[in-house]
């Protein structure tokens, strides 16, 4: 392509209100430029990206057996009553009216239409598993759309949807669409993990993110520093954390502990390190129809509660809030002499909740519930009844759940993949159903899979860029060879800008030809913000019989000389194919 | 890809409110599905047909130096109260508010967004010309959708957008896409014609249709049966329409004619062809505001009014319709007998027009404005001031006004394309400007171009269908062939359909491979539904050594030999590549 007939308007101007690299470089650069809140024109360098992206998708998708298919945009409203999230969605689900007052709404993903599809043409476990995919349009009424193509309200999404028989075979897709998703994403040229996500909001059992990692990021992930282990803060898991220290033993008895509040001045108080001692957290649960009720966690005084772990503990619960001194009160209770002990007794609430690492511990310093008091010598492996379950903060320097070595450390991510096995959440909702071997019917067990398309452009660009511009991976690039003619009035230069055009084209090499009425040191400029992985000027040199070959990612330069044309050309094309990123 | 991998659900049962038979195939052969009025799920097959489609538009727009682009779908409504089409465009326009009262639209079309777009980054004539193209959603909130894709809310269109400095260059870049359009619909397969369209309401100057030739379509199109002319009745033209019979010359004179009111009778009356009689039409012409008017149009006897060529000859009418009798009496005029003598003093309207072919036209017989006479021996070249349009409806067997030898006749034609010279019509209206040679500010003069992609599927199926199912052209199939084992479970005709699959597919010829535990009847009835070029089946005559080749076309079956198995794949290959259509 020559630059001259290619709309591509670049700026030297950051745009304002803009906080992050890629959303500035892709406007400045002419890939994309807003033309309302969260709604973007791709323009066709852009376009040409979002290709590149989209064709790696889809043929690993296809190779993945996945079928592609194109889902309705504008969606009936009833659907989404069917599944129930027509009123539970909130205001990111764009509803209106057509000219007949029925009600639709704008897809911002659609398993509600998938589902029906499927309910409507799949009748036998014999015709399972089957997995259909769209690469589409999506809208979703973000309150506050910011960062460019990152946090988008128009965007395009790669949304798959498989239906099987069995969660085995659920299973068996969710770990081929993990391989898949770790082609697609290593193809792009990304430093990425597959992290263990939370999946307690969304229904379904396992659930993960592919995170990019970009120092940007908005996510805080947790990664092992030996093996590919990743995870959310709310799905990190640890391998159990044992004490520094000698246990504290001791026969049970309460002790006076006048004013001592605090883990701190118990661990002080005892002096023994806050493992042996049992910390109380006490939230109020908020349920749907104004019901709320105190919830207990303990957890070993050395570790902290993730707020996500503990929601997802209460079943039906739809947040957690601090739960006032009056709350503590009127349950009896004083804040820093909390213990499990007589709790049941205490409160008439059913939600009470220990950390698993604390299964069979002894030896633990717990209140007593009473002011100024605590136990000492407690051993949970006494009580009956109780509930363990993952409570903690995973912190660095804890040690790898899987390769049990490694240590973790956290790194801030880039959302651009989410794997969800979703179950029967959205078929039973909406009675889709499959015959089984025995003639039963039972509702599909589903998974879902998504990658941000749009999105992926930013975050190729927040983990590949430098303080002039964007630095495209070769799978990505819009074009991988940006051929700068430094002076077209120079016929020389300008004929062999031409030749090596052509003869590059020829090979298969996609060239942008900056064939424009600019100064040399413009051109540079933009070649330097667009971003192409590989420059070539064709300059003074050339009276010397040289031109020159740039590296966009180190800005690296080699001259090569022209005098052997077919060699230069193999050179180059060999440069093009190398596999630096 | 195999049959038994693919979401392909089949129908026997025609689907009730179906009118068309692309409607009907593309339902009962698993191509698309609804989800709502004028709403489609696009499935796995219906998804590649688009594609197919998709790809040779795109290659042939860029080949003609158009770039492509991705414009936003939800459109912010200040743009189109820019161009004054906010409140104009009507219900098909279908407008929302989002979470926050602001006001949007889903695109029907693009010109105010192109404008917008270029007006922000286009400042000189030397960036000009620049061709924009997309291919892309659209949702027109039709009255009535229906006929599947010909009449959808939700469709995919190809439109695509060019900025001048000058007709010229408009015209020269119009041309362009005429050609290239022709090639588009060349290489689908297509018996199409470019016909002229009237761009009377539409604004602009030139415009031509691209119409698929269909008994199904819903256009009437004017064709040459000896060159390649076409147009639109209302803009249909014929070269000058000659008398059967010599001129009746006489002198002017008043004759009385009783109760002559019809060409019929006075033609009968004089012994005259109503060739040299002069038909009046008046009509009553309401405009903005309420205002209306009566206007006149005459013609030749043996001519008819074209409406819209009368429409669009009283600029700023919004439409026509019967004059009363009443209309008449207050204007001093007698059906019947209206002549153009004296209507100037008869009535105020300054809307008095002639067929352009009464140019100079003399030995007319017309109406004489007084009950019962008529003049004869009237020599319109003695008047003085009349306006001379095309106003007549070109009836089959004129003669062509290209060839000039060839004779016109009426066939049927579905829009698949149109292409516009629009001018500044959009520019204008949105103060969107470049900088000319001497530094002036003027309107981009603008092109428009649209391609109905989802309709294509409909306007294919409807040239080319039979009773039993679609037949796709080659360029537009799904697959190339579709190869049935006619029984899975006999293990020689499995492998050879197996082998057949995996050489042809390693040919580059697309293979759908129905390997499912169905009856052979079945899988014959789903070829013939699908329409593949081409069919290949592994049955019983294995046995003998022979498979045989199936031409959807005419179904006509030939048996091939499978002992040199070389040329056994060369053969089939041959036919693949066949231009049969």
Redesign the interface.
């Known amino acids: 392509m020559r630059f001259s ?3 591509l ?1 670049t700026f030297k101007e950051t745009p304002k209100d803009v906080v992050l690299k890629s959303h500035e470089y892709l406007v400045r650069g002419g890939f994309i ?1 807003q ?3 969260g ?6 360098l ?3 990206v ?1 290709d590149k992206v989209r064709q790696i998708v889809k043929e690993e998708m296809d190779n993945a ?1 996945a ?10 409203s009833f ?1 989404w009553q069917k599944s129930g999230r027509f009123e539970r969605y909130g ?2 689900l ?1 509803r ?4 007949k007052d ?1 009600d ?1 709404v ?1 897809g911002p993903t659609h398993e509600e ?1 998938i589902t ?2 499927v309910k ?3 009748k036998s476990y014999k015709q399972l598993p ?1 997995h ?1 995919y769209q690469i589409n ?1 999506k ?1 979703r ?1 973000e ?1 506050r759309p910011r960062f460019g193509l990152m946090r988008a ?2 965007f395009i999404m790669k949304d798959g949807y498989s239906f099987h028989s069995s969660t085995e075979d659920l299973k068996r897709e969710f770990d081929l669409m993990e391989a898949t998703y770790s082609r697609i994403f290593t193809r792009l040229g990304l430093d990425f993990r597959a992290v263990f996500a939370d999946s307690g909001a969304i229904g379904g059992n396992g659930s993960k993110e592919f995170m990019v990692l970009a120092k940007s990021g908005e996510d805080t992930i947790c990664v092992c520093d030996s093996c590919q282990y990743g995870a959310n803060l709310e799905a990190a898991t640890r391998i159990k954390k044992l004490p520094n220290t000698e246990a504290p033993v001791a026969s049970f008895a309460k002790f006076h502990t006048p004013k001592v509040q605090t883990i701190e001045s118990l661990s002080e108080f005892f002096k023994v390190e806050p493992f042996w001692t049992l910390k109380a957290v006490v939230k109020k649960a908020l349920f749907d129809g104004g019901k709320n009720a105190l919830v207990y966690f303990f957890l070993r005084g050395s570790d902290s509660l993730n707020e996500t772990k503990a929601l997802n503990a209460i079943v039906g619960a739809n947040e957690l809030v601090e739960a006032s001194e009056e709350d503590l009160k009127s349950a009896g209770l004083v804040q820093g002499f909390i213990g499990p002990f007589a709790l049941r007794n205490l409160t008439s609430s059913p939600y009470i909740y220990f950390d698993k690492e604390l299964e069979n511990a002894s030896n633990l310093i717990c209140g007593a519930n009473e002011v100024d008091y605590h136990f000492v010598g407690v051993d949970l492996s006494t009580f009956e009844g109780l509930e363990f379950k993952d409570l903690v903060e995973v912190k660095e320097g804890d040690f790898c759940p899987v390769c049990k070595k490694g240590k973790l450390y956290f790194t801030k991510g880039i959302e651009a993949g989410h794997i969800f096995q979703l179950g029967t959440k959205y078929s039973s909702a909406m009675e889709a159903t499959f015959l089984d071997e025995e003639g039963k019917a039972k509702p599909f067990i589903m998974g879902c899979y998504g990658i941000g398309i749009s999105r992926l452009l930013s975050a190729i660009i927040e983990q590949h860029h430098d303080e002039r511009g964007m630095i495209w991976t070769r799978a990505s690039a819009p074009f991988c060879v940006h051929l700068i003619v430094s002076n077209i009035k120079e016929q020389s230069q300008m004929q062999m800008g031409i030749k090596l055009y052509e003869n590059l084209q020829s090979k298969g090499i996609e060239c942008l030809l900056d064939d424009r009425a600019e100064r040399y040191g413009a051109k540079i400029a933009d070649f330097e913000l667009i971003g192409l992985p590989f420059g070539i000027v064709v300059g003074k040199g050339l009276e010397k019989g040289e031109i020159e070959l740039i590296r966009r990612k180190d800005l690296a330069k080699e001259s090569l000389g022209i005098q052997d044309f077919d060699a230069l050309i193999s050179k180059i094309f060999e440069v093009c194919q190398c596999d630096s990123f």
Chains 1, 2 share one sequence.
Do not use: H
Not at 96 to 99: E, G, S
């Open positions: 007939k290619l709309f308007p430029q033309i309302g809140s709604i973007y024109n791709f323009l066709p852009g376009k040409r979002l057996g079928n592609e298919v194109a889902l309705g945009f504008v969606t009936p659907l205001k990111e764009l209106f009216k057509d000219r029925n639709f704008l239409v029906e599809l409507a043409n799949i089957i259909l349009l809208f009424d309150i309200r128009e």
